[in-house]
């Protein structure tokens, strides 16, 4: 598919700039993601989202062009919060307590809703956006990779595969919880910020030293 029609497909077809019709687009981004949550991939579809949202599908298909459109808008909104929160996390000048601000973070955007965030993932890793989410991931990795290199537990050589590591061992363990339905949001910090502080500790201890 050429790569202008593609991107189309996944774009609003116009911008809500009056207040009846941003919050038309909340309700229909809103319903999806109740749908999701309930219903899953299988019922996922257009008319699904309309009927839920209260308008008709011709309403929903003036603001969007299908239903991957209204995904990625979602990823969109669900991802805001994470991005601004490790960002945020990473100005802490103590950088253990910046790393575990920044675990807290991830958790929390895991938990909160954690159906939803398990077929975002999957939506995400069938290349729904992949600009999206190398700019998500690039973001994400210079804010870790800022609070490692303050750490003293890694050298300049070792800082991007260490914060690779870090995302990795984050990413696995709070998508395993949210898919387990595990609660216990406090819990899981302590053991991935245990991980994370082992690998670090461990595993590039000589390498610094």
């Known amino acids: 598919m050429p790569q202008k029609t593609r991107k189309n497909q996944l774009s609003p077809r116009k911008q809500a700039t009056q207040a009846r019709a941003a919050s ?5 981004v809103e319903s999806a993601a109740r749908i999701l949550e309930v219903a899953g991939f299988e019922g996922y ?3 699904a989202i309309a009927r839920r949202a209260g308008v008709s599908v011709g309403s929903l298909y003036q603001y969007f ?3 991957d459109a209204i995904t990625v808008v979602l990823i969109e909104r669900e991802t805001a919060g994470l991005l601004l929160g490790v960002t ?3 100005t802490d000048p103590n950088w253990r307590q910046a790393l575990a601000a920044m675990v807290r973070v991830a958790v929390t955007q895991q938990l909160r809703r954690p159906g939803l965030a398990r077929l975002l993932d999957i939506e995400e890793r069938r290349g729904i956006n992949p600009a999206r989410e190398k700019r998500v ?7 870790v990779s800022d609070v490692l290199g303050r750490s003293g537990l ?25 898919a387990s339905g595990e609660a216990a949001a406090s819990d899981l ?7 994370i502080l082992g690998y670090l500790e461990q595993g590039f201890r000589k390498s610094v030293g």
């Open 24 to 28: 038309t687009v909340d309700a229909i």
């Open 45 to 47: 579809t257009t008319n």
């Open 65 to 67: 062009p299908g239903k």
């Open 88 to 90: 945020q996390a990473a």
């Open 137 to 143: 991931t690039d973001i994400v990795f210079s804010a």
């Open 154 to 178: 890694v050298s300049s050589d070792d800082t991007a595969t260490a914060a690779f590591d870090v995302m990795a061992i984050t990413r696995g363990m709070t998508d395993a919880a949210g």
């Open 189 to 195: 910090e302590r053991r991935i910020l245990r991980a």
